[in-house]
Protein backbone atom coordinates (compact mmCIF):
# COMPACT_ATOMS: atom_id res chain seq x y z
CA UNK A 1 0.00 0.00 0.00
CA UNK A 2 1.27 3.46 -1.00
CA UNK A 3 0.07 7.03 1.26
CA UNK A 4 1.20 10.03 1.62
CA UNK A 5 1.30 12.80 4.61
CA UNK A 6 2.07 16.49 4.19
CA UNK A 7 2.98 18.27 7.37
CA UNK A 8 1.53 21.59 7.93
CA UNK A 9 -1.93 22.69 5.67
CA UNK A 10 -1.15 26.12 5.65
CA UNK A 11 2.35 27.55 5.39
CA UNK A 12 3.47 31.28 5.20
CA UNK A 13 6.77 33.09 4.12
CA UNK A 14 7.78 36.11 3.08
CA UNK A 15 8.64 37.00 0.01
CA UNK A 16 11.99 36.30 -1.35
CA UNK A 17 12.26 33.34 2.11
CA UNK A 18 13.35 29.99 2.03
CA UNK A 19 10.22 27.66 1.14
CA UNK A 20 10.35 24.51 2.60
CA UNK A 21 6.75 22.12 1.53
CA UNK A 22 7.09 18.78 3.61
CA UNK A 23 6.35 15.18 2.81
CA UNK A 24 6.80 12.20 3.75
CA UNK A 25 5.72 8.94 1.91
CA UNK A 26 4.96 5.15 3.00
CA UNK A 27 5.15 2.62 0.08
CA UNK A 28 5.87 -1.25 -0.65
CA UNK A 29 7.21 -1.10 -3.75
CA UNK A 30 9.74 1.38 -5.01
CA UNK A 31 8.03 4.98 -5.01
CA UNK A 32 7.88 7.62 -7.64
CA UNK A 33 7.15 10.07 -6.26
CA UNK A 34 5.50 13.62 -7.85
CA UNK A 35 4.84 17.31 -6.70
CA UNK A 36 1.48 18.60 -8.06
CA UNK A 37 0.67 22.97 -7.74
CA UNK A 38 -2.63 24.20 -8.24
CA UNK A 39 -3.28 27.80 -8.87
CA UNK A 40 -6.95 29.28 -7.99
CA UNK A 41 -9.76 28.00 -10.30
CA UNK A 42 -7.03 25.52 -12.73
CA UNK A 43 -6.00 22.37 -12.30
CA UNK A 44 -3.18 20.45 -11.09
CA UNK A 45 0.66 21.27 -12.72
CA UNK A 46 3.42 18.89 -12.25
CA UNK A 47 6.42 21.17 -10.59
CA UNK A 48 8.55 17.67 -10.77
CA UNK A 49 8.69 13.82 -10.02
CA UNK A 50 11.10 11.49 -9.10
CA UNK A 51 11.65 8.38 -10.52
CA UNK A 52 14.78 6.83 -8.95
CA UNK A 53 17.50 8.19 -11.64
CA UNK A 54 18.72 10.99 -9.07
CA UNK A 55 17.83 11.84 -5.76
CA UNK A 56 17.84 15.64 -6.43
CA UNK A 57 15.45 16.31 -8.60
CA UNK A 58 14.86 20.19 -10.57
CA UNK A 59 11.22 21.37 -10.98
CA UNK A 60 9.78 24.41 -12.72
CA UNK A 61 9.71 27.99 -11.33
CA UNK A 62 13.19 27.15 -9.48
CA UNK A 63 11.38 24.30 -6.94
CA UNK A 64 13.55 21.23 -6.25
CA UNK A 65 12.90 18.07 -4.13
CA UNK A 66 14.88 15.69 -2.81
CA UNK A 67 14.38 12.07 -2.09
CA UNK A 68 15.46 11.00 1.03
CA UNK A 69 14.74 6.75 1.43
CA UNK A 70 16.20 6.77 5.03
CA UNK A 71 14.24 9.64 6.02
CA UNK A 72 11.01 8.62 3.16
CA UNK A 73 10.81 12.18 2.47
CA UNK A 74 10.42 14.24 -0.54
CA UNK A 75 10.13 17.80 0.51
CA UNK A 76 9.74 20.48 -1.74
CA UNK A 77 11.91 23.56 -1.53
CA UNK A 78 12.58 26.88 -3.17
CA UNK A 79 15.85 29.33 -2.23
CA UNK A 80 13.80 32.64 -2.94
CA UNK A 81 10.12 32.59 -2.46
CA UNK A 82 7.95 35.05 -5.24
CA UNK A 83 4.47 36.11 -4.68
CA UNK A 84 3.43 34.32 -7.54
CA UNK A 85 4.11 31.19 -5.71
CA UNK A 86 1.31 31.17 -3.72
CA UNK A 87 -1.16 28.49 -4.31
CA UNK A 88 -1.85 24.95 -3.05
CA UNK A 89 1.03 22.37 -3.47
CA UNK A 90 0.49 18.40 -3.30
CA UNK A 91 3.04 15.88 -3.14
CA UNK A 92 1.48 12.66 -4.29
CA UNK A 93 3.02 8.91 -4.89
CA UNK A 94 2.91 6.52 -7.57
CA UNK A 95 3.79 2.74 -8.38
CA UNK A 96 4.78 3.78 -11.79
CA UNK A 97 6.44 7.11 -13.35
CA UNK A 98 3.32 8.93 -14.05
CA UNK A 99 1.07 6.77 -16.61
CA UNK A 100 -0.22 3.29 -16.30
CA UNK A 101 -0.83 3.94 -12.08
CA UNK A 102 -3.13 5.87 -10.00
CA UNK A 103 -1.34 9.12 -8.47
CA UNK A 104 -2.21 8.71 -4.89
CA UNK A 105 -2.39 12.16 -2.84
CA UNK A 106 -1.39 14.01 0.63
CA UNK A 107 -3.46 16.77 1.81
CA UNK A 108 -1.98 19.44 0.09
CA UNK A 109 -0.24 22.26 1.99
CA UNK A 110 -1.03 25.93 1.04
CA UNK A 111 1.47 28.56 0.49
CA UNK A 112 1.11 31.84 1.23
CA UNK A 113 3.54 34.70 0.27
CA UNK A 114 3.70 37.76 2.29
CA UNK A 115 5.54 41.04 0.99
CA UNK B 1 0.33 24.30 -25.70
CA UNK B 2 -2.17 21.14 -25.56
CA UNK B 3 -4.41 20.74 -22.29
CA UNK B 4 -7.36 18.86 -21.08
CA UNK B 5 -10.82 20.78 -20.69
CA UNK B 6 -13.13 19.64 -19.15
CA UNK B 7 -17.09 21.04 -18.92
CA UNK B 8 -18.90 22.15 -17.51
CA UNK B 9 -16.61 24.44 -14.64
CA UNK B 10 -19.65 23.84 -12.02
CA UNK B 11 -22.57 21.75 -12.35
CA UNK B 12 -25.63 22.18 -9.55
CA UNK B 13 -27.90 19.64 -9.49
CA UNK B 14 -31.16 17.75 -7.30
CA UNK B 15 -30.24 14.87 -5.11
CA UNK B 16 -30.94 11.65 -6.93
CA UNK B 17 -30.58 13.43 -10.31
CA UNK B 18 -27.98 11.72 -13.00
CA UNK B 19 -24.95 14.06 -14.24
CA UNK B 20 -22.31 13.65 -16.56
CA UNK B 21 -19.40 15.31 -16.42
CA UNK B 22 -17.38 15.71 -19.71
CA UNK B 23 -13.47 16.04 -20.02
CA UNK B 24 -11.39 16.17 -23.31
CA UNK B 25 -7.94 14.84 -22.76
CA UNK B 26 -5.10 15.45 -24.77
CA UNK B 27 -5.93 14.42 -28.36
CA UNK B 28 -2.79 11.85 -28.43
CA UNK B 29 -3.10 10.43 -24.77
CA UNK B 30 -3.88 7.30 -24.23
CA UNK B 31 -4.51 6.73 -20.28
CA UNK B 32 -7.45 8.22 -18.73
CA UNK B 33 -8.22 9.15 -15.23
CA UNK B 34 -10.85 10.78 -12.65
CA UNK B 35 -10.50 12.38 -9.37
CA UNK B 36 -12.16 14.21 -7.39
CA UNK B 37 -11.53 16.42 -4.31
CA UNK B 38 -14.13 17.04 -1.73
CA UNK B 39 -13.71 20.38 0.28
CA UNK B 40 -11.06 20.00 2.41
CA UNK B 41 -9.81 16.98 1.68
CA UNK B 42 -7.77 15.74 -0.39
CA UNK B 43 -7.50 14.29 -3.82
CA UNK B 44 -8.97 10.69 -4.21
CA UNK B 45 -8.26 8.52 -7.46
CA UNK B 46 -11.85 7.59 -8.69
CA UNK B 47 -11.04 5.19 -12.02
CA UNK B 48 -8.48 5.02 -14.80
CA UNK B 49 -9.39 3.96 -18.39
CA UNK B 50 -7.21 2.48 -21.21
CA UNK B 51 -8.31 0.85 -24.35
CA UNK B 52 -11.47 1.54 -23.83
CA UNK B 53 -12.19 -0.38 -20.30
CA UNK B 54 -11.57 0.69 -17.21
CA UNK B 55 -7.67 -0.63 -15.74
CA UNK B 56 -8.56 0.23 -11.94
CA UNK B 57 -10.90 1.94 -9.83
CA UNK B 58 -10.92 2.67 -6.41
CA UNK B 59 -13.75 1.53 -3.61
CA UNK B 60 -15.14 4.81 -4.16
CA UNK B 61 -16.25 3.92 -7.45
CA UNK B 62 -19.37 1.94 -7.14
CA UNK B 63 -22.17 1.01 -9.16
CA UNK B 64 -23.26 4.63 -9.66
CA UNK B 65 -20.60 5.70 -11.58
CA UNK B 66 -19.65 4.77 -15.52
CA UNK B 67 -17.18 6.33 -17.67
CA UNK B 68 -17.19 6.06 -21.28
CA UNK B 69 -15.20 7.43 -24.20
CA UNK B 70 -17.82 7.75 -26.17
CA UNK B 71 -16.12 9.06 -29.64
CA UNK B 72 -12.20 9.89 -30.07
CA UNK B 73 -12.09 12.66 -28.07
CA UNK B 74 -14.69 12.89 -24.96
CA UNK B 75 -14.14 10.95 -21.98
CA UNK B 76 -17.28 11.18 -19.51
CA UNK B 77 -18.08 10.46 -15.77
CA UNK B 78 -21.63 9.71 -14.83
CA UNK B 79 -22.75 9.18 -11.48
CA UNK B 80 -26.71 7.76 -12.05
CA UNK B 81 -28.26 8.62 -8.86
CA UNK B 82 -26.33 12.06 -7.09
CA UNK B 83 -25.90 12.06 -3.66
CA UNK B 84 -25.35 15.18 -1.14
CA UNK B 85 -21.53 13.22 -0.48
CA UNK B 86 -20.81 13.26 -4.18
CA UNK B 87 -20.31 17.07 -3.84
CA UNK B 88 -16.82 17.75 -4.66
CA UNK B 89 -14.75 18.94 -7.82
CA UNK B 90 -14.21 16.18 -10.58
CA UNK B 91 -10.91 16.41 -12.14
CA UNK B 92 -10.29 14.50 -15.69
CA UNK B 93 -6.27 13.52 -16.59
CA UNK B 94 -4.61 11.84 -19.20
CA UNK B 95 -1.58 10.74 -19.96
CA UNK B 96 0.67 9.45 -23.39
CA UNK B 97 2.00 6.52 -21.34
CA UNK B 98 5.10 6.72 -19.08
CA UNK B 99 4.71 10.31 -18.60
CA UNK B 100 3.15 12.28 -16.60
CA UNK B 101 -0.76 12.89 -16.24
CA UNK B 102 -1.74 16.14 -17.04
CA UNK B 103 -5.24 17.44 -15.41
CA UNK B 104 -8.23 19.85 -16.80
CA UNK B 105 -9.43 22.31 -14.34
CA UNK B 106 -12.01 20.39 -12.70
CA UNK B 107 -15.59 20.63 -12.53
CA UNK B 108 -17.37 21.85 -9.34
CA UNK B 109 -20.28 19.29 -8.38
CA UNK B 110 -22.74 20.50 -5.91
CA UNK B 111 -25.78 18.50 -4.79
CA UNK B 112 -28.21 19.88 -3.28
Known amino acids: AQSVTQLGSHVSVSEGALVLLRCNYS??????LFWYVQYPNQGLQLLLK??????LVKGINGFEAEFKKSETSFHLTKPSAHMSDAAEYFCAVSRSSGGYNKLIFGAGTRLAVHP | EPEVTQTPSHQVTQMGQEVILRCVPI?????FYWYRQILGQKVEFLVS????????KSEIFDDQFSVERPDGSNFTLKIRSTKLEDSAMYFC??????????FGPGTRLTVL
Open chain 1, 50 to 55: YTSAAT
Open chain 1, 27 to 32: SSVPPY
Open chain 2, 27 to 31: SNHLY
Open chain 2, 93 to 102: ASSEGANEQF
Open chain 2, 49 to 56: FYNNEISE
